[in-house]
């Protein structure tokens, strides 16, 4: 299977003069892996070296790699009709805004972009002008927590609490604020997980107080953070928050990006708070990350403030991608097969064993917490149990690297939360067959009882 070592190397070289990869720095001793295929959860280097796709991507390929009728979807759409403006409409894109309010299970509105950030952004100029169309014009501030992630663009960066993502590139757009959020492994020594989330909650009250009121126009959260860490909040978190905002005229924006899509076991992960967001933003697992689509869905009462028959009312904005027919065929195709499949309680399942399989990690010298949500799982580990301290990068990259030496690709929360880049994470597409979940645990299992000594 090896390809001969010119067409090797030249393939790095060349990769190396002119490719520029996303957020990580080239490292000659750990070059970038070239990828040739995939099938189910697994991928295929131009080696022929093979491993499972613990990350699905970036948390993104829910229905797994290589699925044809996914592919045969986009070549039928694209043949028959490539391209429609969104300013017009197309049946795949009303298909799908049918099928986004069947699983939203409430009447909402869907605004279709390209990427997450995009869906954030739409989400943020929808809310401002909401307030304005609805007599409240000074409310334009962002809530949002420390170590989320909502994307790259000036604004969705401005709401990520992920301080190395974004000092270098500083100002970002004004009118962010941002929050700790729930940190059940880190709460105060003797305060209960119910007191600690119910604090955390009453902070976000607190901002929109200090910031007076009228100036407060959104908070943005995700059910879950994941990138930042996997930090599952308790019910009481996300229903008092839910509870803050309409007391107080505050739109809740929840961040569907990584959890909507069967990720959490249901189709969107807000859905286990029995709350109902005024915006949703999704993308990712939406079409598997097949090709690129978001949707930022908005519910019908705050819509009508854009349909009111006056000419200036409406939202001016627009994208030359977002709602490609292809894309919408491709989503309407990856829902079908999530549908045949059960994908969304088959998360419950994988997640469930996976959470019980990993727990007993936790007795090893180096593992503070062993935390899963749906199927997300994060493992994190610090030098000292009794203080918490995070272990140090030549740690985390030590196991990351055993786990690909093998064959099982994991993540971390990024080069990107300052001082916390210590929780490995796992996310793997939900079609994994159960020798697939054996294969996972049984790598982490293996280079984490394998790393007991090492010095930092
Ligand atoms: N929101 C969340 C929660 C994300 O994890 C991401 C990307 O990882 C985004 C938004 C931004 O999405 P995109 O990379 O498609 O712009």
Request: hydrophobic fraction near 35%.
């Amino acid at each position: 299977m090896k390809s001969d070592d010119s067409t090797e190397k030249s393939l790095l070289e060349k990769d190396h003069a002119y490719t520029w990869h996303h957020i990580s720095a080239y490292n000659e001793k750990s070059p970038p892996m070239i990828w040739e295929s995939a099938k189910g959860a697994w991928v295929t280097d131009h080696e022929g070296n093979r491993y499972l796709d613990g990350m699905s991507g970036l948390w993104s390929v829910n229905v797994g790699y290589g699925r044809e009728e996914i592919a045969q979807a986009a070549y039928d759409q694209m043949k028959k009709l490539a391209y429609v403006p969104m300013t017009q409409s197309h049946k795949p894109a009303i298909e799908l805004a049918e099928k986004i309010n069947e699983l939203l299970d409430d009447e909402y509105k869907i605004f279709y972009s390209n990427s997450g950030s995009d869906a954030n952004e739409v989400a943020f100029k929808l809310a401002r002008q909401y307030h304005q169309q609805n007599g409240d014009p000074s409310r334009y501030k962002f809530i949002s927590r420390y170590r989320a992630y909502h994307g790259s663009s000036m604004g969705a960066l401005a709401a990520t609490g992920q301080a190395l993502r974004k000092y270098k590139y500083e100002p970002l757009a004004p009118g962010f604020l941002h929050v700790a959020p729930p940190d059940n492994y880190r709460r105060p020594e003797g305060m209960t997980v119910e007191d600690y989330n119910r604090h955390c909650a009453e902070e976000i009250e607190q901002k929109i107080i200090w910031e007076q009121l009228e100036t407060i126009a959104a908070v943005i959260m995700e059910p879950l953070i994941t990138g930042g860490g996997i930090l599952i909040p308790h019910r009481i978190y996300v229903e008092k928050v839910q509870e803050i905002c309409k007391r107080h005229g505050v739109l809740l924006i929840i961040d569907e990006v990584i959890c909507g899509f069967g990720r959490t076991g249901k189709a969107f992960g807000h859905q286990h708070f029995g709350i109902k967001p005024d915006i949703v933003t999704m993308a990712k697992g939406l079409t598997s990350a097949y090709l690129p689509l978001s949707v930022t869905a908005i519910r019908k009462e705050i819509y009508d403030r854009f349909d009111t028959g006056d000419d200036n009312s409406h939202f001016r904005h627009v994208n030359t991608f977002g709602g490609n027919p292809a894309a919408c065929a491709v989503a309407l195709k990856n829902l079908e097969i999530m549908d045949e499949e059960d994908l969304f309680d088959r998360a419950t399942e994988l997640g469930d064993r996976l959470l019980k399989e990993l727990k007993c990690l936790e007795d090893h010298p180096f593992v503070g917490d062993v935390r899963g949500f749906g199927f997300l799982l994060g493992i994190e580990l610090v030098a000292d149990k009794e203080k918490k301290e995070p272990v140090l990068n030549g740690y985390m990259t030590k196991i990351m690297a055993e786990c690909k030496g093998n064959g099982l690709l994991v993540g971390r929360n990024g080069d990107t939360v300052a001082g916390f880049n210590n929780v490995l994470t796992l996310c793997p597409p939900l079609s994994c067959t159960d020798e697939d979940l054996d294969f996972i645990i049984a790598v982490i299992k293996k280079v984490i009882n394998g790393n007991t000594t090492f010095s930092q």
